[in-house]
């Protein structure tokens, strides 16, 4: 058996199993894509595909495209991509290697088989798609959004313990806009000034005007053939209600008769969230499910999309709608700024007449053509060909930083912290256990007898004896 497969180009027999902590010849996979690789380039960065075992859109479809971006260049041959027991997406070109799954449960035995397998692949960064990390391999943090932090989400979660454990132990760090790195500094303020990199997303490249015969296509298949319509895509209240869409459900409702549009939904609860709807009673609302090509055309068909959101790490909706020629209202906060620029109407996130303004001066030709041609020109700004370019940038330079001698790696705490972790998440389920059988012990007919004949004595003045 050959740990060191990835070098010697050998397929796997036996993966370890860190559930069992014993080599299992079940469900192992072969190192895909590997015949032509005689040497291992440096860094060899190893990334975690743990997004892809519970869900495959929104950050995941970002990682696809970036893999598909690494594909077309040298950089892929410094990578592999870490399978969680065959969930992750497969890639021709892409050098694999399957794994265990995840389990939050077990987030300290995980670091430390994540570790052994950054080992025995001789990985020099360690990059998570969701948060994971080693111990002593050092990691580079991958972020979306401080929207938790930032909002006062209860961080009680362990997914959310495991972001900022991820967040110390790396030794660089990226998000996806400006904003969103100077929140993450602030709010961690032993991290480096300025030190983020900013590798802002792409657009999918099925985000494009579509031709007339999709957009009317579309239209027919929704019964929107006669009928304008705006478009919201994604949550509409969000923790705190900080999605907005009660702005969006006023300024819709105030909009006079012969003006009024349909409101087209797409993401989100499947049905209208009873506070929006009190909010605006007669407002006319579709709730469709779409794939990309139908969100497409869904976009270029639309009299706005509404993104009244109070808090966003990016805004893909507001670049998906400018690329497809639609424009976007926004309101004029966190990173919404950045992504739309000049090619969007910018409205008080209060204020419904506002929002109800901007929609109405959408129908002057002149203001909406010049939306559009701004939007379409901005959207190009973006490109996952760039931010592909960009991480991999940062991934280099990190790695020089550290073989410079400039950011330490980690420690060996990081070692003793997951592994005194790991024995508690052990023990958790015993104790979860006494604690409902001592539950169970409460709520029997004994016990609660038991309670009866104590409060009767408590009442005629009988107490323990000291």
């Not at 909010?279 to 709730?287: F, I, Q």
């Not at 972790?421 to 389920?429: D, E, F, H, K, W």
Request: aromatic share 10%; hydrophobic share 40%; glycine share 6%.
């Amino acid at each position: 058996m050959f740990d060191y497969d990835v070098h010697y180009t050998i397929d796997p027999i036996a993966m370890f199993d860190s559930g069992t902590d014993h080599w299992t010849s079940e469900d192992v996979r072969p190192l895909r894509n590997v015949q032509n690789r005689s040497a291992v380039n440096r860094p060899l960065i190893v990334v975690d595909g743990l997004f892809w075992q519970y869900l495959s859109s929104g950050i995941g479809r970002v990682w696809e495209n970036l893999f598909r971006e690494w594909i077309k260049s040298d950089f892929i041959d410094n990578m592999i991509l870490l399978d969680r027991a065959g969930t992750a997406p497969q890639f021709p070109g892409v050098h694999s290697y399957t794994i265990a799954k995840h389990d939050y449960a077990q987030t300290g035995r995980d670091s430390l088989y994540l570790e052994r397998v950054c080992r025995q692949l001789g990985a020099d960064l360690f990059i998570s798609t969701y948060y994971s990390t080693p111990t002593t391999t050092p990691s580079f943090f991958s972020g979306y959004d401080m929207i938790p932090e930032v909002l006062g989400f209860p961080l009680v979660d362990e997914p959310w313990n495991e972001k900022r454990r991820a967040i110390l132990h790396a030794a660089g760090h990226s998000m996806i806009s400006r904003n969103s790195a100077e929140d993450l500094e602030r709010l961690y303020p032993n991290l480096p000034r300025g030190r983020t990199f900013v590798t802002k997303s792409g657009v999918a490249p099925v985000f494009a005007p579509p031709d007339s015969e999709q957009v009317n296509a579309f239209r027919a298949a929704h019964r929107l053939q006669d009928q304008d319509y705006v478009l919201m895509v994604g949550e509409r209240v969000g923790y705190g209600g900080y999605k907005n869409g009660t702005l969006a459900f006023r300024a819709l409702a105030d909009l006079p008769q012969d003006k009024s549009l349909i409101l087209v939904c797409v993401g989100g609860r499947p049905d209208v969230e009873p506070e929006l709807r009190d909010l605006a009673p007669k407002l006319e609302v579709r709730n469709l499910e779409l794939d990309d090509e139908q969100l497409c055309a869904a976009y270029a068909g639309a009299h706005a999309l509404l993104y009244p959101s109070k808090y966003e790490g990016f805004g893909m909706p507001p670049l998906e709608s400018m690329a497809c020629g639609t424009p976007p209202i926004v309101c004029n906060n966190s990173s919404l700024p950045e992504v739309v620029g000049d090619a969007a109407l910018f409205v008080d996130e209060s204020d419904p007449k506002d929002l109800t303004r901007a929609i109405l001066s959408l129908h002057e030709p002149a203001l909406r053509n010049d939306l559009i041609a701004r939007g379409l020109k901005r959207a190009t700004l973006f490109s996952f060909a760039k931010m592909a370019r960009d991480m991999a940038a940062a991934f280099v330079e990190t790695y020089g930083r550290i073989e410079a001698g400039e950011i330490s790696v980690p420690i060996s705490a990081w070692t003793e912290l997951r592994s005194f972790q790991q024995s508690c998440q052990a023990a958790a389920p015993q104790l979860q256990q006494a604690l409902q059988a001592i539950t169970a012990m409460r709520n029997s007919p004994f016990w609660r007898a038991r309670e009866s004949a104590v409060n009767a004595l408590r009442k005629v003045g009988l107490r323990r004896r000291a």
